[in-house]
């Protein structure tokens, strides 16, 4: 249409911005071509924002959080639970759960993470490649992911690019995850608005993963949100300051987290109502747990918030790093 018009017009003015705008148009249309992000790789959409995007200055932060969180090491892990904050309020909480984790040989890391942009009724998988950090790509396991698909039959979905790519929950683990395993495969599993049968479902389908040797569960989740930003404000004056009733508050989910009782947690979830953005993939893990017939401990590597909550127009949100491992 562009070409015939030219060859039709008299106007040499008009002739010279129809051939100017033609070949912009042909150079916009190469340049998509040559620089359009691969379909078959989520990209690391909240790196330079919730985490620093260089991987130099990244690797360095990540060396300052597992420093800080070194101590004695526990073996055998088998499922970790941590926070997806920016790294600046949780990345130092997250550690002192991955600083356990030993790299095996042909890793394979399960990742669930809460839904916070897309409402999905069961679990979403992805049919993406890649997942891409600041450090490289981790390379997803596909085999897995649709043998996964088969046997749950119903209860999932296939999330697109565009959905993975607005969720955080999984992205804040990646540069962990790469950092410390960087030739693992990775199961990454949305998991949405879930009921207690579905949890039962999907953990009846995922045990048989769980007990393989070489496999580690991370479970992305941050505890209390608290606030009236979060529309969630109790307070029990018993127990001292504000934030010293959420701590309280959380440590009764961490001690039934602990004790792996799946039923009192399902319970303590509708009596409180805290706003545990993970509690879906957490009831998914103690699930497994029970079904699992492995002698196993998870005990609170550490506990932090993000504000000392005093005053009740504040706001905080509470981050733990949890680790379970075989007795």
């Known amino acids: 249409m562009i070409v ?72 055998n892990i088998k499922a970790i639970i941590g926070p997806h904050a920016g790294f600046s309020y ?24 809460p839904c916070h942009h897309t409402y999905i ?19 997803l396991d596909q085999p897995t992911i ?10 999932f979905v296939f999330t697109n690019k565009e959905i993975e790519e607005q969720e955080h929950s999984l992205e804040m683990h990646l540069p962990f995850i790469y950092k410390l395993f960087p030739k693992c495969k990775l199961i990454p599993i949305m998991v949405g608005a879930t009921t207690e049968q579905q949890d039962a479902q999907v953990a009846n389908v995922l045990v048989k ?12 989740s941050d505890f209390c949100h608290w606030g009236k930003r979060f529309q969630y404000t109790p307070y029990n004056k018993e127990h001292g300051e504000i934030h010293q009733s959420i701590a309280q508050l959380d440590g009764q989910a961490i001690k039934l987290i602990e004790s792996h009782n799946l039923k009192e947690f399902y319970k303590y979830l509708d009596e409180t109502e805290n706003t ?18 492995l002698q196993l401990k998870t005990q609170l590597s550490k506990y932090n918030q993000s504000n000392q909550v005093i005053k009740t127009n504040d706001s905080s949100v509470s981050y733990a790093a949890l680790v379970t491992s075989l007795l």
């Open 121 to 139: 009724k069961g679990i979403g998988l992805s049919e993406l490649e890649m997942y891409e950090t600041p450090f490289g790509n981790i390379e």
């Open 276 to 293: 545990i953005c993970g509690r879906h993939p957490i009831c998914i893990l103690l699930n497994i747990i029970n079904l699992s017939k």
């Open 209 to 220: 993963y769980f007990v393989d040797p070489n496999t580690v569960f991370v479970i992305s």
């Open 146 to 155: 649709k043998q996964i698909s088969a046997e749950l039959k119903k209860n």
């Open 4 to 75: 015939s018009h030219i060859l039709k017009t008299r106007d040499s003015f008009l002739t010279i911005r129809i051939n100017v705008k033609l070949r912009n148009h042909l150079s916009n249309k190469f340049c998509k071509f040559m620089f359009q992000p691969s379909q078959k790789i989520r990209e690391a959409s909240h790196a330079g924002s919730w985490y620093i995007g260089n991987s130099n200055q990244l690797d360095a932060q990540l060396n300052e959080f597992l420093s800080k969180a070194k101590g004695e090491t526990i073996p």
């Open 90 to 113: 949780s990345g130092p909480t997250a550690a002192f759960a991955y600083q356990h984790i030993v790299q095996k040989e042909k890793m394979r890391v399960f990742l669930l993470g």
